[in-house]
């Protein structure tokens, strides 16, 4: 009798194992049930990754990127080029055949550099290749011709004020990592203009070199002087320093004719899969489609722009449609401070409770390893889960956390991001220099992306409950 009462309760127990309850009674699925779901798309990523990576899919992504990169060309935010994209990028998803293609109207930021050189004078006549970072004033048109200090970091620059005024500092910082030392970029003027400085140039934040600048974002402070600033190379930074501390006194002759304009009208760009069951629900998957103004942009972002357009295509081509819509978006002005993506919270932060995840590819799309995720640890695991159907190309791998401009107003508001995790030991050799065009991207890896950005955006789009959140 004890024997079988045992065997009732044990029976009892088995049934409600991993089931638990919510305060209001209604079932909650266990993590079993939710693996079960999403081993229920085992064949579905498959097809994807056959489409993408062996299919008749095969290197579309990186075709349709050389054709935009080499017909429109760099497409800085407020330039005649990136006008041009969006016009281009429009027609194109129309002409794939996506849903809900439009432009979202945002005002960008709207600089040119202008004509720009730098020539050292003494010690010795020596071109000294710059690219002016964006947002600089112009130099007065004759130029300015100074004598400059070079310094190793902000503290030497601090410590040696005395010394600066009336001087173009030029920093020689270590490159660390792009996440620290990118402050030089961004502060170099600031701080120069603190001490007195008639202008700044900067070593390229970049992690190797072949004389090649590499500009970006910089902005001055209120209460500060506005001097010009440009980016040098790694070489000639290092060349002025072991100048400098041989005691060799250095003139340089800089002139810059950058302008700012007002504000110009841009527009992200939108199209969308719209979802069979929970069509307000939205899965968001995103690139940036303004870029420097040097190169083709084709790393930074194109790249990532073109696997997103590219996460629909598939899911097209093999006619399916996820209960929830899955959205692309390609953001403008992000190079300006994430112009676009701001507005574009702004406008729909109200419907924020049907975003499901937000998606941004923005490091490269080189070999995948897996994605960046931001989210609660029952999403991570979920998300982890969801990964392990795609053990076929071996990119299971989830980190910490999600990263992207584009996205982060949505995630700090506890939605879950992902990013595309992938090997971005040469990213800062080419990004925002001349070198950022076709030839970083291949079309193998490219694939790889795209395979990943479809199975995980199409499964988080069709599973039957969203991301649980924070
Ligand atoms: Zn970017």
């Not at 085992?42 to 990186?62: F, M």
């Not at 600033?229 to 002025?240: F, G």
């Not at 982890?384 to 071996?394: A, D, S």
């Amino acid at each position: 009798m004890k024997h079988l009462f045992l065997i009732f309760l044990m029976n009892l127990l088995h049934q409600y194992a991993g089931k638990s309850l919510r305060r209001d009674g209604s079932s909650l699925k266990s993590f079993e049930d939710i693996k079960n779901e999403i081993a229920g798309y085992t064949d579905i990523a498959k097809a994807i990754i056959d489409l993408a990576v062996h299919g008749k899919a095969q290197n579309r992504s990186y075709e349709r990127l050389a054709v935009f990169a080499d017909t429109i060309g760099p497409r800085l935010s407020g330039s005649k080029n990136l006008e041009a994209a969006i016009k281009y990028m429009f027609s194109a998803l129309q002409k794939d055949g996506l849903e809900n293609v439009h432009l979202e109207p945002v005002k960008v930021p709207h600089w040119e550099r202008g004509e720009e050189f730098a020539v050292m004078l003494e010690p010795r006549n020596h071109s000294i290749a710059i690219l002016g970072l964006g947002n600089s004033i112009a130099t007065p048109p004759e130029g300015i011709i100074a004598e400059v200090i070079v310094v190793a970091s902000f503290d030497e620059l601090r410590a040696r004020a005395q010394e600066a005024k009336g001087k173009i500092v030029v920093y020689n910082e270590p490159f660390i990592s792009y996440g620290e030392t990118v402050q030089y970029r961004l502060q170099g003027a600031v701080e120069a203009a603190k001490v007195g400085a008639v202008a700044s140039l900067i070593r390229s934040i970049a992690s190797f070199s072949i004389h090649s600048p590499h500009t970006g974002g910089q902005s001055y402070q209120p209460d500060v002087p506005q001097i010009p600033t440009a980016c040098i190379t790694v070489e000639d930074a290092e060349m002025m320093s072991r100048m400098s501390l041989r005691g060799t006194k250095i003139v340089v002759h800089l002139r810059m004719g950058a302008k700012t304009y007002p504000d110009s009208l841009s527009f992200n760009t939108v199209a969308e899969i719209v979802g069979s069951k929970y069509p307000e629900q939205v899965v968001l998957v995103s690139g940036h489609l303004d870029s420097w103004d040097v190169g083709q942009g084709a790393m930074d972002d194109g790249g990532g722009s073109f696997i997103s357009w590219e996460a629909l295509s598939l899911i097209k081509d093999l006619g399916l449609r996820p209960k929830r819509t899955l959205r692309l978006v390609l953001w403008t002005g992000e190079e300006q401070g994430g112009v676009g993506a701001k507005q574009y919270y702004q406008l729909h932060k109200e419907n924020i409770s049907n975003f499901d995840i937000v998606m941004e590819s923005d490091e490269g799309t080189f070999q995948p390893s897996g994605l960046g995720f931001s989210g609660s640890a029952e999403a991570r695991d979920i998300v982890k889960e969801i990964m392990t159907l795609l053990q076929p190309i071996n990119v299971t791998d989830v980190y910490d956390p999600a990263d992207g401009t584009d996205i982060a107003y949505w995630m700090r508001d506890g939605v879950p991001g992902a990013s595309l995790y992938n090997d971005i030991s040469k990213y800062f050799w080419f990004h925002h220099s001349q070198g950022d065009t076709m030839t970083v991207q291949d079309p193998n890896q490219m694939n790889l992306c795209a395979a990943v950005w479809t199975v995980v955006s199409y499964v988080i789009a069709d599973m039957e409950d969203m991301l649980p959140r924070v």
